[in-house]
């Protein structure tokens, strides 16, 4: 089942059973298909009437790649349409193992699959679980960038309405398996049927399924295919929304009004429950799911489908799906709502599922719903039929009274809210820009470093407005975070407990959460992690308990990062993605706010794994950034400081330097003061020691060290200190870094979760090998790196891309010692870890560091010509990703050029 992965590698040609021509999947070389992944990628993204714009486009500028792509496109859609590889391989699996797993028995198969129970054999959990073994389909190029962003967007979910993602990974025969939560469950419309005959039970029951949809929502997944098989219900009446791709395979539909519709580009749909949009090829949104979901409830309520007959073809499905609108079903209000959940345009529905759920509610309550114009007749209407005997004993009591009466207190107390929050909001918006006046008067001709302003703006704002607490609370907020921005910890918490005193005396308990939402923060800063997960969870209890959602976006996001730098990755994405999608939903895109949250995704998709996307983000935010004429403020810095961040992992190392360099050039003439941010100035040390600038290193290590002494900063002196130690060592200044080793030493002994940083793991063991390996002991060296991959859980297949370096230095030295094949393994394993995280092999220094040191080993086995190859593409990589002038780079030059003649390729 490997075939197809060989040849999209040019190391074989696949061909299907049928021996029929279009089967055939032709040889493709590395460079070619490195060059065409990323333009796939972009085709099926888009829309069919975007994507053959875009295809002319690139066939202008390049009519060989585009060839290549329409060829790819094309087979693709060939092979879907004439079911290639639907029928699956007849194998029993019982008895398999699969990672913890023993396989029992078959649940259900499909087109792309099986899925079978498996349960769990090592030990430290007991359960079931249904385990996706994908076919030879998903092995070619598309149907692995599906599988990819199948799992990527489970893992994004954390509902208990959503079926689980529990593992992933690849048999030992090639086969890539998903292992999912088992859901011993009905199907919700034989559920209903035969359980839940009311009518108000049965909209509970779907509200269930609106949370999970929201979920995913949220979190930027539409599900694109709901319907009653991919939602279970389980015997204590709990939904399970099926996985995103798994429910196809469940779905024991036979016959053609079951059969699912495959569009062009794979997108494979069910036509009594698509949309009018997935038919007619439009663009896909939140509110494709809305329409579903509209279907479904009409389907539970009346046990028929809203549009097509119960024998109806997929034809005549879709035929009626665009011409016919729905029957009522003499329900009122409840008609209204159907019919917004099913109209034809996706503009005229509920834009969020949250708004769907919230009209089923007040249905349920008998209050007005925002599905039919809110009238007075209609509001006093639904007003009486939940106040009936109220309202009867008062008309007896006072005939005549002007029925309005009960409406204009009611609208009056609103209106009166309303005016206060709004008068509110002009007098802090009048006193802010008076402040920002009164501020800029006080300023002399004379250079002022941004701490000025921030210390005068403290003390004016205490002088000229402690007659107005509310204000002053929301400014001292604001003052705080800038001391955050110059990383004064302590002035940021005291006047965030000044900001909380004034808010828990005016009852504001909206701000009251947001203020320590923001201690947390300052906490996470100071490396109190224990103490900030506390706070946070203090103002998280407070949240629920007010509705504004500013607030919640804004603790959210620092949540994201708290759990980002704690190793809690999947929390930081989901925390962050649910932040977005409030600023999204309140039209806030264009603030400072929302892009920190950008920046912060984009943190959160590195902490995943996800490079590439986090490149991406990065860009976006840097786009955002210029275009709100923040070119030139402290929002590009971080957006630049960040891009870096994702360039260094992608292995672009030169850029990286370059735009990490400029980030702290901009803050040092921005504040005369001498002190420099702590992530741009340790991650311009790392990167210039691993370009090779150790003099540079010491210089910003020994910075960052001295900051930290001198802020009693525990967490970035371990960090400096660890990093002085090594670039001493690569200055053989071994006396120094020995004396700086035994610092680190004590601080991390003190303050453990120094150890758990980016990516040059701070622990003594690798600091241990490297002065071993500077005096020429390279067994002790390799036993040092060896302990400290194993101490950091690399043999337990725990997370591994931190872990690069430590594994490149153990080939080093492992081919050093003769251990030539060992070297080999660890080398090309540095390789596969870098390989993931690049945009390209070839343009990634860290591919190219592993390539050299894998090529090292095979001309040491005597494999000339394997080692030639992988000193060509070491080359290449080092190049593109370091620069010519790289220690790295002049050693493979020199490789080469010591190789014979008649080895080198003509360009060498």
Request: aromatic share 6%; proline share 3%.
């Amino acid at each position: 089942m490997t075939t197809g992965l060989l040849a999209a590698a040019g190391e074989g040609t696949f061909e299907s059973r049928d021996n029929s021509a279009t089967a055939i999947m032709p040889v493709m070389d590395p460079d070619r298909w490195r060059r065409l992944e990323p333009l796939l990628d972009r085709a099926l993204e888009l829309p069919a009437d975007e994507r053959g714009r875009w295809l002319d486009e690139l066939s202008a500028e390049s009519p060989l790649l585009a060839a290549d792509l329409t060829t790819l496109l094309s087979q693709e859609s060939a092979a879907d349409q004439n079911g290639f590889l639907a029928e699956p391989v007849d194998v029993d699996l019982a008895g398999t193992e699969f990672g913890a797993y023993t396989v029992e028995r078959l649940l259900g198969q499909g087109g792309m699959g099986s899925v079978w129970l498996a349960r769990r054999i090592d030990g430290r959990f007991e359960g079931r679980a249904a385990v996706k073994f994908l076919n030879l389909a998903l092995l070619s190029p598309v149907g692995q960038e599906r599988f990819r962003r199948e799992g990527s967007a489970l893992a994004r979910l954390a509902h208990p309405g959503i079926a689980r993602l529990l593992d992933a990974g690849v048999g030992a025969a090639g086969q890539p398996y998903l292992v999912l939560e088992y859901v011993d469950g009905r199907r919700i419309d034989d559920f209903v049927r035969e359980r839940v005959p009311g009518l108000e039970d049965r909209i509970a029951l779907f509200l269930q399924v609106l949370a999970a949809v929201g979920h995913a929502h949220a979190n930027l997944i539409v599900h694109r295919d709901l319907k009653p098989s991919n939602i279970l219900v389980t015997h204590d009446g709990s939904v399970k929304l099926l996985d995103f791709g798994i429910a196809k395979l469940l779905d024991a539909e036979g016959g053609a009004a079951g059969s699912a519709l495959t569009l062009e580009g794979g997108s494979a749909l069910t036509p009594a429950f698509a949309a009018p949009e997935q038919v007619l090829d439009q663009p896909i949104t939140t509110a494709t799911d809305v329409y579903a979901l509209g279907v479904l409830l009409y389907l539970l309520l009346s046990g028929r489908h809203p549009t097509a007959g119960e024998h109806a073809t997929p034809a005549d499905a879709i035929r009626t799906l665009i011409e016919t609108d729905p029957e009522r079903l003499g329900r009122g209000d409840l008609d209204n709502i159907l019919g917004k959940a099913l109209r034809k345009a996706p503009a005229e529905r509920y834009q969020t599922v949250a708004a769907f759920a919230d009209d089923l509610r007040r249905y349920l309550r008998q209050e007005p719903v925002s599905a039919r114009r809110d009238s007075l007749a209609y509001r006093g209407g639904r007003f009486l039929r939940r106040n009936r005997a109220a309202v009867m004993l008062g008309a007896i009591m006072v005939v005549g009274l002007p029925g309005a009466t009960v409406f204009s207190v009611e609208q009056m107390q609103e209106a009166r809210r309303q005016r206060d929050a709004a008068v509110h909001q002009r007098q802090r918006a009048d006193a802010q820009v008076e402040f920002q006046g009164f501020l800029m008067s006080q300023v002399s001709d004379r250079p002022i470093t941004m701490r000025e302003i921030v210390d005068r703006g403290r003390a004016l704002l205490e002088q000229e407005y402690a007659a107005d607490p509310r204000f002053l609370g929301a400014i001292l907020l604001q003052l705080s975070q800038r001391y955050g921005e110059l990383g004064d910890s302590r002035l940021r918490g005291e006047l965030l407990e000044r900001a909380e005193s004034l808010a828990f005396a005016n009852r504001a308990t909206g701000q009251v959460a947001e203020i320590r939402c923001n201690m947390a923060d300052n906490l996470r800063t100071q490396g109190r992690y224990k103490e900030a997960w506390s706070v946070l969870d203090g103002a998280d209890s407070l949240l629920r308990r007010t509705s504004e959602p500013g607030a919640e976006a804004g603790c959210l996001q620092l949540r994201a990062m708290l759990a980002q730098e704690t190793g809690r990755n999947q929390e930081s994405g989901l925390a962050i993605r649910r932040a977005i999608a409030i600023k999204d939903s309140l039209g806030e895109t264009r603030d400072m706010a929302y892009l920190e949250m950008l920046t912060t995704l984009a943190g959160a998709l590195r902490s995943e794994g996800h490079m590439r996307e986090a490149h991406a983000a990065y860009q976006r935010a840097a786009a955002v950034t210029d275009s709100t004429g923040r070119g030139g403020t402290v929002a590009r810095n971080i957006a630049q400081h960040d891009r870096a961040l994702a360039l260094i992992e992608l292995g672009e190392t030169a850029e990286a330097e370059r735009l990490l360099h400029g980030v702290l050039e901009r803050m040092v003439q921005g504040d005369r003061s001498g002190w420099i941010h702590w992530q741009p100035l340790v991650h311009y040390a790392e990167t210039a020691l691993a370009q090779g600038h150790a003099d540079s290193a010491l210089k910003y290590f020994g910075v960052l060290y001295a900051q930290a002494v001198r802020d009693t900063n525990q967490y970035w002196q371990g960090r400096g200190s660890f990093g002085l130690a090594r670039a001493q060592v690569e200055l053989g200044r071994l006396a120094d870094a020995r004396r700086t080793s035994a610092t680190f030493r004590r601080v991390s002994a003190n303050y453990p979760h120094v150890k758990d940083t980016d990516d040059q793991i701070p622990d003594s063991q690798v600091l241990d090998g490297r002065l071993a390996l500077a005096v020429g002991d390279a067994t002790a060296a390799h036993a040092s790196f060896v302990a400290a991959l194993r101490s950091n859980g690399y043999f337990e297949g725990k997370r591994k891309e931190h872990l690069r370096p430590v594994v490149l230095l153990a080939a080093e030295t492992a081919l050093s010692l003769g251990k030539l094949d060992t070297a080999l393994v660890y080398a090309r394993q540095a390789r596969a870890i870098a390989t993931l995280d690049s945009l390209t092999e070839t343009g990634s220094a860290r591919v190219g560091e592993a390539r050299l040191i894998e090529a090292r080993s095979l001309l040491a086995r005597g494999d000339t010509s394997g080692g030639q190859r992988a000193l060509d593409l070491a080359l290449l990589g080092l190049r593109n990703g370091a620069g010519d002038r790289h220690p790295r780079t002049r050693e493979a030059r020199d490789l080469l050029q010591a190789l014979p003649a008649s080895l080198l390729s003509p360009s060498q």
